[in-house]
């Protein structure tokens, strides 16, 4: 018995820790949490009722149409607990992406999230770059998936005709989105270590500087 204990204690232990390390967001404790919109709370709010909850507070609408195009040709419409409440503490969100002709998604990392990519309709060119600098990308066309491990660089490209539109899976309701330029130029970083770091001259500096501040 002793025996069995000593080879089953470590074996349940490293269960535990790897479930807990490969778990995204928490498990729920119940069926759902809807947001009480009228709590007075500004973070973690309660839960509705459930006799106050609808089918409404499951269903949404706003991925129909594309979102606001920005001028370099990218729209987004992200579906999270903050605009669809149905999703509060499920562990989930998504987006729905849409690309000009020619436009991109530029480099980024969820820290939070792996991503599934889905595409509706185009052509677009997606991959990602894994922590020794080994790039996975490849066109992917309509009805294709692609999956970007979390924290990994990873992009994307219309290289079709026309308008592509996507959308973006996570396994979080809250994957989070750091864009690797406007991390590294529009932070504040002391600009000697940038210089040093890419080979950039002051001017060069300043002319990326000013792109990606906020």
Request: with cysteine.
């Amino acid at each position: 018995m002793k025996m069995c204990l000593k080879i089953l204690i470590p074996i349940f232990a490293f269960h535990l820790i790897l479930t807990i390390v490969v778990a995204s967001d928490p498990d729920p404790l119940q069926d759902f949490c809807i947001p009480n919109p009228k709590s007075t709370k500004k973070d973690d709010l309660p839960c509705k009722n459930s006799t106050a909850v609808t089918a409404d507070d499951f269903v949404f609408s706003g991925g129909k149409s594309a979102g606001p195009f920005s001028e370099s040709g990218f729209a987004t419409v992200a579906a999270n607990p903050s605009l669809f409440p149905g999703l509060n503490t499920l562990g989930m969100s998504f987006v729905r992406a849409d690309f000009k002709e020619g436009a991109i998604n530029p480099p980024h990392v969820h820290p939070r999230a792996a991503e599934m990519v889905y595409v509706v309709q185009g052509r677009v060119y997606a991959g990602f770059v894994d922590s020794a600098n080994r790039m996975y990308a490849k066109v992917i066309g309509e009805g294709e998936v692609m999956v970007i491990p979390r924290g990994l660089v990873h992009f994307q490209m219309n290289v079709g005709k026309g308008t592509a539109t996507v959308f973006g899976c996570f396994n979080s309701q809250n994957p989070g989105t750091q864009r690797m330029a406007s991390a590294i130029f529009g932070s504040g970083i002391k600009e000697e270590l940038l210089e040093k770091a890419f080979g950039l001259s002051s001017k060069e500096l300043r002319r990326m500087r000013r792109r990606f501040e906020s």
